[in-house]
């Protein structure tokens, strides 16, 4: 069956198989040498920090000050410290990229990858005082942990820079040091075990004393002197001076095997090797100088040659190996892919590679290798699709996506989702995989960090455009990429017109949403470039995100006038409450007195609010009319109004409002007149408070007709409204002599219907029926009518030969079955048809 050319970097470690992946060659810099130096690699393809090793002797060139250099995996530098801060004790990256320092005084510093500090901590405590000698960096649930043990050989533990330092219990009494530690992760808790001597201390928190096994290796030895927990602290390496090798579970109550190197020199690192297809491990790679030694669970081994330096980093499913000329990867080879590429497999996967081979070929032979796997069809094309996604080279993964594509062609309603998505990760993969990006990662890697952390570190490595295509390509929101270059293009590109061009260029492709200018700006503020933040909120068209930036940055008046423009009462009515604390009163007042908008907000506001601050307000702008009117309303709330009058009306002089002027000096002269009339008329009537119309009521009531006259010549009632007031209340005193004197005195400005309506009101038929005759013609009827005077109103239609009074008139009778009344007018219908 076939045989790739990758097949040569498999080896076997009965009775798995594993491979040696060549990743992208690191090109170090010519001063860069990692034998002399203390290296600290992140997993997932992170960076590396090294820093010259004190315990080594190498002749120095340039300054003899130590510096921390920060590298990708392709050997570029992205970032140095200048180290001053003390005697570095240990490094090591956090799962969010960050380099964590660890000092001898129990300091600890964290730095991005560029070599900026982002924060610095204590491990506090005895840990400050007493001098650390080693540290570790750990992960777990709760974040990224420091352990520490100090010169009195005590360990303490921090979770995370949040949380307070604990003390792990003492280590039982012994003269011998311990030779080696690692830290266990359950969780959110973390234990140390210690190696010391031929036993192992496990220290967890709530004990007061550690806890000893011993008697784990059948060999004589004398000393454990390397400890190595996997990546999922599930499983446990220990080695002895003897190079002896001890792998068990963690809890140390499953021995997988012991095993012999044969070696007698100390090993450099210890590392397991993690499973790609589960979270599991079967085997650790031990490393020498020039010398990789596996080992797995069955005592089986496998050899390596190697460089002389070399680093192991343990990953979630392998071992990367870094050295001064190389960066490989050790992993269990996976299934699908040994189903597919291991000579004589019969696996369907592999006879639908070989067919699909033969067909590129044109050759008869990819029908007898398809006839093989037709049965298992489904189950090629899904092994050769994942094979693909194991696979580092691009033309083995092109290999076997075409022989996927092939295959699902004889798969009848085959869904093609999960090729789609691996082709689309593939991609991604190998851009990653790219020195110039230079983050080698697997796929498991990949949908273990999921794609947005993907995109963030690609972001913060400042790739963004490879960021923006790979969420394009993922069909991932892109807006966040942009925001970010946009800041990247704030703190570092001084020229504020370009960089507001270049931003609006960017920003203004309709595809893209959910972009804030107000979030550039208010970065731009930060950085001290107020300007250029100005110009951004320019382009910002929802004013509720950009005004609240402009009161931060004391801009009030481009915060009134874009909240006024926005027209959002809510809006306007929080800057002007802001603006109110932040300004003197008078440079307020001259801000809003130029935007109406705001100004009638804020009347209103102080209005139910402050009312002093109201009349401020008018008395700056000489509003005389709005200061009377002020005056008016408190004097209605404290029933002061006579008093004030006066002021009212000055006021409304002063504002040139004659009219209202003229009110007021006539409601004072009416307030004064009412008093006195209550006064002379104790008991009869009470005046105080009415209006005009009411006042000469109440008057005509008491038959104070001088009185009423007075009124109205001095008020200039009209002579209408003041018949109308006669007429009423000569009706309710039933004085129809009065009335009817009245009525005759001169001729009625209001015609007689009111004296007719009035006396209907009172029943008095006999005194309407004499003001009748003297209403108009059209409408008599209706009057006679509404008196009950049936006769009158039959002859005053017909006199006005009016056919539709007597036709509603007929109806009427009907009714009320007066068959004389009916027959009169059915006569006179009948004449005035005739007459037609």
């Known amino acids: 069956m076939p045989i790739m050319n990758n097949t040569g970097e498999w080896f076997k470690v009965r009775p798995d198989y594993y491979r040696k992946v060549e990743l992208a060659t690191p090109d170090w810099p010519i001063d860069f040498d990692l034998e002399y130096m203390q290296v600290a690699v992140a997993p997932y393809g992170g960076p590396l920090a090294a820093i010259r090793d004190a315990t080594k002797l190498v002749p120095v060139k340039g300054a003899a000050r130590p510096m921390i250099r920060i590298f990708d995996t392709s050997g570029n530098e992205t970032g140095h410290i200048l180290w001053n801060h003390g005697k570095l004790i240990s490094m090591g990256w956090s799962d969010t990229e960050e380099l964590i320092c660890v000092l001898e005084n129990a300091k600890v510093f964290v730095y991005d990858l560029f070599g900026n500090e982002k924060e610095s901590y204590s491990i506090g405590g005895e840990a400050s005082v007493i001098k650390i000698v080693e540290a570790k960096v750990f992960q777990s649930a709760a974040g990224t942990g420091v352990a520490v043990m100090t010169t009195s050989g005590r360990i303490f533990l921090k979770q995370n820079s949040n949380k307070t330092e604990r003390k792990l219990p003492d280590i039982p009494n012994s003269n011998a040091n311990c030779s080696c530690w690692e830290i266990v992760t359950e969780g959110r808790n973390s234990y140390c075990l210690l190696g010391r001597e031929r036993e192992v201390i496990k220290l967890q928190h709530g004990q007061t004393v550690g806890t000893v096994t011993a008697n784990l290796f059948e060999k004589p030895h004398d000393r454990i002197i390397k400890i190595s927990v996997s990546y999922n602290h599930q499983h446990l390496a220990l080695y002895t001076n003897t190079g002896l090798l001890w792998l068990g579970s963690v809890d140390m109550r499953q021995k997988y095997c012991e095993f012999d190197t044969g070696r007698k020199d100390i090993p450099l690192q210890i590392e397991w090797i993690m499973n790609t297809h589960d979270s599991d491990a079967d085997a650790v790679v031990i490393s020498y100088p020039s010398y990789l030694l596996i080992v797995n669970r069955n005592a089986d081994r496998s050899e390596i040659p190697s460089d002389p330096v070399m680093f192991l980093v343990a990953e979630m499913d392998g071992v990367r190996i870094i050295s001064q000329t190389s960066h490989e990867m050790i992993q269990r080879l996976p299934k699908c892919v040994q189903n597919i590429f291991a000579v004589n497999s019969q696996a369907p996967a592999s006879y639908l590679f070989e067919a699909q081979k033969k067909f590129e070929e044109k050759s008869y032979k990819s029908d007898e290798y398809l006839s093989m796997c037709r049965s298992n069809i489904e189950l090629a094309v899904n092994e050769c699709i994942e094979a693909a996604a194991y696979e580092f080279c691009p033309e083995t993964q092109k290999s076997l996506m075409r022989t996927a594509y092939f295959g699902k062609g004889f798969i009848p309603s085959h869904n093609p989702e999960e090729y789609m998505r691996i082709l689309r990760i593939l991609r991604v993969l190998n851009t990653l995989r790219h020195e110039k990006i230079a983050m080698p990662l697997t796929y498991k890697q990949f949908s273990h960090l999921n794609p947005e952390v993907i995109l963030s570190r690609l972001v913060f490595r400042k790739h963004y455009a490879v960021a923006i295509q790979v969420a394009k390509h993922l069909k991932l929101p892109e807006s966040w990429i942009l925001e970010h270059w946009a800041y990247h293009k704030v703190m570092n590109d001084q020229n504020d017109n370009e960089v507001a061009r270049k931003i609006t260029e960017k920003f203004k492709n309709p595809s893209i949403e959910g ?57 306007v009515t929080e800057v002007l409450l802001e603006i109110k604390k932040k300004m003197m009163l008078s440079n307020f007042h001259m801000i809003i007195r130029e935007y109406p908008l705001a100004l009638n907000m804020y009347k209103k506001i102080m209005m139910e609010s402050s009312r002093t601050a109201l009349y401020d307000i008018y008395n700056t702008e000489d509003d005389h009319k709005s200061i009377a009117e002020y005056h008016f309303y408190n004097a209605l709330e404290s029933e002061g109004l006579e008093s004030n009058l006066s002021n009212i009306g ?52 008491i038959g104070e007709l001088k009185e009423v006259e007075k009124i109205k010549s001095d008020y200039k009632v009209p002579d209408r409204r003041f018949w109308w007031l006669r007429i009423l209340t000569l009706a309710e005193k039933y004085n129809w002599v009065e009335l009817e004197k009245f009525s005759k005195s001169k001729k009625s400005p209001i015609g007689y219907e009111p004296f007719v309506e009035v006396c209907l009101q009172r029943e008095n038929v006999r005194e309407a029926q004499k003001y009748i005759q003297r209403c108009p013609d059209k409408r008599k009827v209706y009057w006679y009518t509404r008196a009950g005077l049936y006769e009158e109103s039959i002859d005053c239609a017909f006199e006005q030969r009016d056919l539709h009074s007597l036709y509603e008139l007929q109806s009427k009778m009907q009714l009320i079955r007066d068959p004389v009344l009916l027959e009169k007018i059915c006569h006179y219908i009948g004449m005035l048809e005739a007459r037609r």
Do not use: W
């Open 515 to 571: 972009i804030s200018y107000c979030n550039i700006a208010e970065k731009a503020y930060q950085n001290g470039r107020s300007e250029l933040a100005i110009k951004l909120l320019e382009l910002e068209p929802r004013a509720s995100l950009h005004v609240p930036l402009l009161l931060k940055m004391g801009k009030f008046d481009r915060a009134v006038a874009s909240a006024t423009q926005s027209g959002d009462p809510e809006l």
């Open 650 to 701: 000055n006021s409304y002089a002063q504002g040139r409002c004659t009219v209202e002027a003229e009110l007021c000096a006539d409601t004072a002269r009416m307030l004064k007149l009412q008093k006195t009339l209550s006064t002379k008329h104790i008991g009869a009537a009470e005046f105080n408070g009415l209006s005009i119309h009411d006042t000469m009521y109440e008057l005509l009531k």
